[in-house]
């Protein structure tokens, strides 16, 4: 049914920028919180932004805030996370979740997941 595609990663320099979407079809998208996930090897899948289903509230990982945005396009079905100042420990794989209901810090309770998408950052 519901499927969310991740795009947009990559490799760039520390301070550079990226901008992540994800494509959402199968579902009432406009019903649903959204949020980005991110992990590395060894490492348990974190919790980096969220935001509500008509966008708006947002919350942001402390490690993050002030650096990342999160946004949505409702029309589109689509979720993006503009990615500033990056730094080489924000390297991972970083994930796209959606909620029927209020999304969660914890992976496990959320109930949609794309593929993900790397970002590699270099020093």
């Known amino acids: 049914q519901v499927q969310l595609v991740e795009s947009g990663g990559g490799l760039v320099q520390a301070g550079g920028s990226l901008r992540l979407s994800c494509a959402t079809s199968?579902?009432?998208?406009?019903?649903?919180?959204m949020g980005w996930f991110r992990q590395t090897p060894g490492k348990e899948r974190e919790f980096v932004a969220r935001?509500?289903?008509?966008?708006?509230?947002?919350n942001y990982a402390d490690l993050v805030k002030g650096r990342f945005t999160i946004s949505r396009d409702n029309a589109k079905n689509t979720v993006y996370l503009q990615m500033n100042s990056l730094k080489p420990e924000d390297t991972a794989v970083y994930y796209c979740?959606?909620?029927?209901?209020?999304?969660?810090?914890?992976?496990?309770?959320?109930?949609?997941w794309g593929q993900g998408t790397q970002v590699t950052v270099s020093s």
């Open positions: 979740a959606a909620s029927r209901g209020y999304i969660s810090v914890i992976p496990y309770y959320n109930d949609y």
């Open positions: 199968g579902g009432a998208f406009s019903t649903y919180d």
């Open positions: 935001i509500t289903s008509n966008g708006g509230n947002t």
